[in-house]
């Protein structure tokens, strides 16, 4: 319980302190977080200091390579606290040629250097090491690759759908 009610005093103290011109990456370091959390060209952002509510704008979607990749959508929200984040949206990471919505990232112990990324059925750990400095972040041509809106079929099944439409004329 004195834990966390000095978690929670460490966190109002930190979010009061914020100045305007902090940049995303001092609110992060703020929140006991990596400033790699987030990838080179934040355009602009946006912190509620009562609620921890943010906003980051990217001036486009990009991946960076860490131990997996991960992909930043343009538009990313989600709630700051000290040493985490939850309600996160606009970050996937890929594990196994899967991609999977980041929903949350939290520092267990600063000192222990070690992150998790919650991705709603497990928690992907990480050494903090790799997070310590925001990275380039590559163009991401295709969108839907990782909003799922681009199914992957297997060849077969492309086969039959070609092959489905070439003889329906025939009598």
């Given at each position: ?50 609620t921890g509510q943010f906003s980051v704008f990217l001036n486009r ?98 086969f039959y759908e070609v092959d489905e439409s070439v003889g329906?004329?025939?009598?």
């Amino acid at each position: 319980m004195h834990r966390v009610l000095h978690l929670l005093i460490i966190s109002s103290v930190t979010i009061s302190i914020l100045a305007e011109n902090d940049s995303i990456y001092d609110v992060l370091k703020a929140h006991a977080l990596p400033m790699g959390l987030l990838p080179k060209g934040v355009k602009e952002f946006n912190v509620d200091t009562k609620t921890g509510q943010f906003s980051v704008f990217l001036n486009r979607s990009c991946k960076a390579k860490y131990e997996s990749e991960i992909h930043y959508e343009a538009n990313i929200t989600g709630t700051i606290g000290y040493g985490s984040i939850g309600g996160l949206t606009g970050i996937t990471a890929q594990e196994l040629f899967l991609w999977f919505p980041v929903k949350g990232i939290r520092v267990d112990i600063p000192s222990s250097g070690v992150i998790y990324f919650d991705v709603g059925v497990v928690r992907k750990q990480y050494s903090m090491a790799l997070f310590e400095t925001p990275r380039d972040c590559v163009a991401v041509e295709n969108e839907d690759e990782f909003r799922g809106d681009n199914k992957i079929r297997s060849s077969m099944l492309q086969f039959y759908e070609v092959d489905e439409s070439v003889g329906r004329n025939i009598v």
